[in-house]
């Protein structure tokens, strides 16, 4: 089945900087790649998602790139604030809308 | 649009006891619901696969007769906790799917089980 790999487990950033979270994903057949944020106690929460006929998807400060080839996916943050701090979750699908998700990256904004 | 509720969001219960855990989707009809389970510190686990009329797909290493999952209506699913036990806390989440074409899965708010 399909195994879904994130690095780093845990991400410190100065308020500002740029922070990059990356996912590699086992199971060619993956076409839908969710990113989710999670604060403690709360529901995941979608901030941006691709399919595999893009390779690259931007929102506001938040971008997807993923390389297929490589089977393997990233999300990056630009102008952090400390509200970005939470965890956060890759996730990939192959159809059936069943996901598998990371093992999470615990992302600390300093102020 | 797009809300998933779960009822109770907390609930404690002695060993032994069973629990229902109940997710609705509010504005939307969802055919598929998920169910997943999140112990501290770790990522979110697919129990199983919950199908409206008809019976849960469950994941390796999940005991279907320990976690009921009943999928009476288009609107809501159960999740029932049998003969609990303190290894069985945990944070479970409910997440439903609008359509038959849609990828994007809404999550519940959660529900934290504690067996004593």
New interface residues.
């Given amino acids: 089945g399909e195994n879904v790999e994130q690095h780093p487990s845990t991400l410190s950033v100065q308020e500002g900087d740029s922070a990059v979270i990356k996912c590699t994903y086992s199971d060619s057949a993956s076409n839908?790649f969710?990113w989710y944020k999670q604060e403690l106690?709360?529901?995941?929460?979608?901030i941006i998602?691709i399919?595999s006929n893009v390779g690259e998807k931007k929102d506001q400060r938040i971008a997807v790139t993923l390389n297929k080839t490589a089977k393997h996916f990233s999300l990056h943050i630009t102008e952090t604030q400390p509200e970005d701090s939470a965890v956060y979750?890759c996730a990939a699908?192959k159809g059936?809308?069943?996901?598998?998700?990371?093992?999470?990256t615990i992302l600390r904004v300093k102020s | 649009g797009a809300v998933v509720s779960q009822h109770p969001s907390r609930v404690i219960c002695k060993s032994g006891t069973s629990v229902k855990i109940e997710c609705r989707s509010l504005d939307f009809q969802a055919t598929?619901m998920?169910w997943y389970r999140q112990f501290p510190k770790?990522?979110?686990?697919?129990m199983a696969?919950s199908n409206e009329g008809s019976k849960a797909t469950y994941e390796q290493g999940v005991e279907k007769d320990k976690f009921l999952i009943n999928h009476a209506s288009l609107t809501l699913s159960t999740l029932t906790v049998t003969s609990a036990h303190p290894e069985d806390s945990s944070?479970y989440?409910c997440s439903a799917?609008p359509g038959s074409t849609?990828?994007?899965?809404f999550?519940?708010?959660?529900t934290?089980l504690t067996v004593l």
């Fill in positions: 839908y969710p106690g709360k529901r995941p929460q979608l998602d399919r979750f699908s059936g809308n069943k996901l598998v998700f990371g093992a999470g | 598929t998920f770790q990522s979110l686990m697919l696969t944070f989440i799917v849609s990828n994007e899965q999550f519940g708010p959660g934290r």
